[in-house]
């Protein structure tokens, strides 16, 4: 009876396993935005390491995005002391927005001034059971500060697994 137990358990672990795997194919997981008018699209890649690609939480009350590929990075770190909801957040030197420019490799940040926002769905859209996912749009302005060089990225959206 143990090891028909047993048996049964690892099954229902492999199928679980393979189940989560076609549904991460299935997300078609993507973070797109445009710079100054130039359509910028990252994916998540096949192999390790491929494209930086990556939406953590910490904890319910903080959200750290991050999307790259070959020295061109965008992310977004936001938080709320009442847990992430679906709402509209400000993105200035709190809650913060970065991009890197690929042609100086600067990294340009929001601030009080130069501010965007990030518009989120937190839940389960794809794969309900098996995946935990974020979607939501954003648009803001960066600026290096020492230089005050800036950049406007508009039209962003994103779908990403959690992690």
Aim: net charge positive; with cysteine; glycine share 8%.
């Amino acid at each position: 009876m143990k090891v028909l137990l047993k048996f049964l358990l690892l099954s229902l672990f492999f199928v679980t396993g393979c189940q989560k795997e076609a549904n991460r194919k299935l997300l078609n997981a993507y973070f797109r935005y445009e710079v100054n008018g130039t359509k910028v699209n990252i994916t998540q890649g096949i192999l390790l390491n491929e494209n930086l690609f990556e939406c953590r939480f910490s904890g319910d009350s903080a959200v750290q995005i991050l999307a790259g590929k070959v020295y061109e990075v965008a992310g977004i770190y936001f938080s709320d002391d009442k847990g992430i909801e679906n709402k509209t957040y400000v993105l200035d030197d709190r809650n913060k927005a970065f991009y890197m420019n690929p042609a100086d490799q600067k990294r340009y940040s929001t601030t009080n001034k130069f501010t965007g926002t990030i518009t989120v769905k937190k839940g389960t859209f794809q794969a309900k059971t098996l995946l935990s996912t974020l979607e939501g749009s954003f648009a803001f302005n960066v600026v290096d500060t020492a230089s005050g060089k800036s950049f406007k990225i508009t039209n962003g959206e994103f779908l990403m697994e959690t992690q």
